[in-house]
């Protein structure tokens, strides 16, 4: 089984999860990795989401080796044989155990922002990764969940090694795999995006997940400590504006539908927040889905102003399986225009297209077409060369977004925006490549991207 990255491991890893949906789980993602897949998780059960951040205490002289865990909560899980066998001292265990201590303490700051962690007392906990190597680090977290009070431990995760449950048999009460290949050696290898999660990732989908439960934690449930707190406060004129109209931040509607465009079905997800007076369409590019994470987080961004979006996929799952279709940017837009249409007479509000990679090329020919109604365009590291014969036509305001060391991608933006007629923008974020997996770099894309948009579809509503 290949998966085409993480979002899409986690939406086919809560189908084999659904059985547990009546027993009112909480879902904790391994971070960094396995906070993606447990969103679609969380999602799809409709259940609270939190990570669970887990520090292995490794042997002074053997750091590979662990003598224990440690997680919130003061909870310690260490091994007495592994400590008697390597002869460690009070001394060793309590330097080791300080120095990830502060570690664990500022990586559950810095994910949560300032939530407070959710009670397992007595909750049936879910621990997600994206695939499990050796086991040691998931063990271990099922080790300190339980430790943490929860009544029952699920291990799930997309992928492992054949022999993965025999080891992990004593630390869970049950274990979800949905694929254990014989050849495997490296959990990469079983899919075809498997890009680093930036931290940034972690807490958006988090603060996403707790927007979505309206709760101030990360879920909802009982908090394990009574400090309060949110996520982070946008900045600049695309919050401000959403403040000065006053829009509220709860989602009103938030639902899967179905499209039929250019003869074919479909399938989306649309986020409407209250008071919303525009919505952005998404067109990913090859080898991602509308469950992309990158795409989501700016999502979010959007949701947080104010802003409406429709994530879909302009592909079907089999015609997803020939590459060459990723390419066909002229049935893309084709299929683009008329979802474009769709969704003008489902919200009759003014419409922005942000598109990546190839997608990015489809948005930029859909926006061309003559009586195309498209307030913005906003291109995270687009192909605008595949749209260059009509490059000219786009008349809608727009924002190309480049990374600084995607030196080729920014020739053909450079290009693309001399073609322009249209109020056209460059903008390039330093040291960032052409996925932005770089610390703040898929942030600064979504806050850019929300002020493009708030600047020309809320005032064109």
């Known amino acids: 089984m290949l998966f085409t990255d993480r979002a899409d491991a986690g939406h086919r890893l809560a189908e084999a999860l659904q059985h547990l949906e009546g027993e009112d789980p909480v879902v904790l993602g391994l971070p960094r990795g396995g906070v993606p897949v447990a969103f679609q998780v969380a999602r799809a059960l409709k259940a609270p989401l939190d990570v669970i951040v887990v520090r292995k205490l490794g042997v002074p002289y053997q750091r590979e080796l662990g003598f224990g865990a440690i997680g919130e909560g003061g909870v310690r899980v260490i091994s007495d044989d592994i400590v008697r066998r ?27 922002a300032g939530r407070p962690r959710l009670s397992l007392e007595g909750r049936t906990a879910i621990v997600v990764d994206d695939g ?24 799930a995760v997309p992928v492992a090694p054949p022999d993965a449950a025999e080891r992990l048999r004593t630390a869970t009460d049950e274990y979800v795999c949905l694929s254990t290949p014989f050849a495997f050696s490296a959990v990469g ?7 680093q999660t930036p931290d940034d990732e972690v807490v958006a989908l988090l603060a996403e997940a707790a927007a979505r439960s309206g709760s101030g934690a990360a879920g909802s449930g009982k908090a394990g400590s009574e400090a309060e ?15 000065d109209k006053g829009m ?14 250019a003869g074919v079905r479909l399938t989306g997800d649309l986020s409407l927040p209250a008071g919303a007076r525009a919505v952005v369409m998404f067109a990913h590019g090859s080898g991602s889905s509308r469950h992309s994470p990158r795409n989501r987080l700016v999502a979010a961004a959007l949701n947080e102003a104010g802003l409406g979006t429709l994530l879909f996929d302009l592909l079907t799952p089999a015609e997803e399986a020939h590459r060459s279709n990723v390419f066909d940017i002229a049935t893309l837009a084709e299929r683009l225009t008329d979802a474009t249409g769709w969704l003008r007479d489902r919200t009759a509000m003014p419409v922005g297209y942000f598109g990546a990679s190839t997608g990015a090329a489809a948005a ?3 926006a061309a077409a003559p009586g195309a109604q498209v307030g913005a365009v906003v291109s995270r590291g687009g192909r605008p060369d595949l749209a260059e014969p009509l490059l000219h036509a786009v008349r809608a305001p727009t924002l190309l977004i480049v990374g600084g060391n995607d030196t080729l991608v920014i020739d053909l933006n450079q290009q693309a925006e001399a073609a322009m007629r249209c109020a056209t923008r460059l903008d390039i974020i330093p040291g960032a490549t052409h996925l932005f997996e770089e610390h703040g770099a898929l942030q600064q894309v979504a806050d850019l991207a929300r002020d493009w948009f708030v600047s020309h579809l809320v005032k064109e509503a």
Do not use: K, M, N
């Open 189 to 195: 290898e079983w899919y075809r995006d498997f890009s």
């Open 248 to 261: 509220a931040e709860a989602v009103a509607v938030e639902e899967e539908v179905t499209i039929d465009a």
């Open 132 to 155: 499990i190597a050796t086991g040691a680090t998931a063990a271990a977290a099922c080790q300190v969940v339980r430790a943490q009070g929860a009544a029952r431990v699920v291990l």
């Open 86 to 112: 390597g002869r460690l001292g009070q001394e060793d265990l309590a330097s080791v155990e300080h120095a990830e201590a502060a570690e664990l303490a500022r990586q559950a700051e810095r994910f949560r």
């Open 229 to 243: 707190g949110s996520g982070p406060a946008g900045s600049g004129p695309g919050a401000e504006a959403a403040a």
């Open 364 to 366: 930029l020919r859909a």
